[in-house]
């Protein structure tokens, strides 16, 4: 039997954020039932056999994910020779690779995301800023994200994207012309915290009335561009104020005020239980992130989740009745935290429910917009 289309990802189905998606596009293609397609995993160091490239140069509907882990090489030269035999590609945007050479963009001394590279021929401008590509240092890189604008401004690559900022985003880079869906993300856990919410409508958080450990719960990577500095930036303003920050993977050397718990802590060895009991969960990203596990979980399991307010992240598509926005500037960012502690902010419960509601109904059903009827 001959197959209809395919996946190709430099990710495997693990337990990172990408893993988990793509675990929930393989539940789902199961229990589609039809076995008319097939997912290729090609994760960093394992290259694709020659076999492997042919099959995926013929195949009719071709989506990829993760160019960074399949390599940009490769999977500029698949795009290429799909091309040049009238055959579309389909590439799903984990995140800004398409225009940023560092994947999250943002510099790490700014308070924000940093745009220098959209728009045609701007990918100069990372040359001059001394970017490297990230998460694999790869010299392709740069060649990559030029090739890739031609062949989306020629029709021959088709963008899928998660959320509308990000849907405006690569139309600036790429124009008018650019063929761009959103199709919407959703991660195999978060069935089960979305479903303990939908039962009451009621964040997990809402119930705990134990007095909290730590007053605000960072929950994030250690990398900059998640926001681990503008945290230690604002407790250092706000030193009445308790903090933990976990590090989930790595050396524990964050040098942090008293007033800051750093410990090595995963989701299933303490994380958890702080997002549960915290006065206030942040996930504070300073780039122009499209939808991130953290956020997700935080508003369904949180009394109170927030955020920093980044007008190009899928953070500025939530109301802000559902998720506490604070200021990038820290000064501003500690001063507006101070004040929600003291007004005990909390989401509105109908606008989150309803917010939950709406976000799962659409992006639940991402594969089937992945995979041709």
């Not at 820290?330 to 929600?340: F, N, V």
């Amino acid at each position: 039997m001959s197959l209809s289309w395919a996946f190709l990802s430099g990710i495997e189905a693990n337990e990172t954020g990408t893993g988990r998606f793509m675990q929930h596009l393989q539940a789902a293609i199961l229990k589609r039932g039809k076995f008319d397609g097939t997912i290729v995993y090609s994760p960093n160091g394992q290259t694709l056999t020659a076999e492997g490239k042919n099959f995926l140069a013929a195949t009719p509907h071709l989506v990829m994910f993760h160019p960074q882990m399949i390599g940009p090489r490769d999977t500029l030269a698949l795009m290429q020779r799909r091309a040049a035999a009238g055959l579309r590609t389909h590439l799903y945007m984990l995140d800004n690779f398409f225009f940023c050479l560092r994947s999250y963009n943002h510099f790490d001394h700014e308070a924000g995301p940093c745009f220098r590279c959209v728009g045609p021929g701007q990918g100069v401008n990372a040359a001059a800023n001394g970017c490297r590509p990230w998460p694999a240092s790869d010299p392709f890189a740069p060649a990559y994200i030029a090739g890739l604008s031609e062949l989306v401004q020629t029709g021959a690559v088709h963008l899928f994207a998660q959320n509308n900022g990000q849907v405006d985003l690569a139309r600036r880079h790429f124009g008018d012309n650019a063929q761009i869906t959103y199709v919407g993300l959703w991660c195999a856990d978060w069935t089960t915290y979305v479903d303990a919410f939908q039962k009451t409508d009621t964040a997990e958080g809402d119930t705990v009335t134990a007095a909290p450990a730590y007053d605000v719960v960072y929950h994030g990577s250690r990398d900059l561009a998640k926001g681990i500095g503008w945290m230690l930036a604002t407790a250092a303003r706000t030193p009445e104020i308790k903090y933990l920050i976990p590090i989930d993977r790595g050396a524990v050397n964050v040098d942090a005020p008293p007033n800051v718990t750093v410990t090595a802590m995963r989701w299933e060895s303490g994380l958890y239980e702080a997002v549960r009991t915290a006065r206030l969960v942040l996930a504070p990203s300073l780039w122009s992130s499209p939808c991130e596990g953290a956020l997700i979980k935080n508003i369904v399991i949180a009394k109170a989740p927030g955020v920093v307010d980044v007008p190009s992240a899928f953070s500025a598509e939530i109301p802000t009745d559902v998720v506490l926005k604070l200021p990038q500037n820290p000064d501003a960012g500690a001063s507006a935290l101070r004040q929600a502690l003291a007004d005990n902010w909390r989401p509105n419960p109908a606008s989150r429910a309803q917010w939950v509601r709406t976000f799962r109904d659409f992006n639940e059903a991402v594969a089937s917009r992945l995979i041709p009827a």
